[in-house]
Nanobody
Framework: QVQLVESGGGLVQAGGSLRLSCVVS??????????WGWYRQAPGKQRELVAD???????NYADSVKGRFTISRDNAKRTVFLQMNSLEPEDTAVYYC???????????WGQGTQVTVSS
């Protein structure tokens, strides 16, 4: 049974930092072939891509987080991270981890972790 477990969310003041983690278990293929993404959904808004990282390590960021957030992966730990610095109230949302390997039709989501940034 595939599971994605996120952690690291919480309440922080504007200008602060948080580090989100997401660990995968139960996959039957190599972790090295999998891509990861972090998405977020604020109240009343659509879910949006924050950052993603390919199996080869190429990263991509939403314009709103460039220079503040960093996505990284540790294949040995089967984990993806999202380092969030200089947080703003507009970053308040539920953050979701996504794991994909489209060649085999694998697309799995975590349960989400709340990030709240106070002004």
């Amino acid at each position: 049974q595939v599971q994605l477990v996120e952690s690291g969310g919480g309440l922080v003041q504007a200008g602060g930092s948080l580090r989100l983690s997401c660990v995968v278990s139960g996959i039957t293929f190599s972790i090295y072939t999998m891509g990861w993404g972090w998405y977020r959904q604020a109240p009343g808004k659509q879910r949006e891509l924050v950052a993603d990282i390919t199996s080869g390590g190429t990263t991509n960021y939403a314009d709103s987080v460039k220079g503040r957030f960093t996505i990284s992966r540790d294949n040995a730990k089967r984990t993806v991270f999202l380092q969030m610095n200089s947080l703003e109230p507009e970053d308040t949302a539920v953050y979701y981890c996504n794991a994909v390997r489209r060649t085999v039709g694998f697309d799995f989501w975590g349960q989400g972790t709340q990030v709240t940034v106070s002004s």
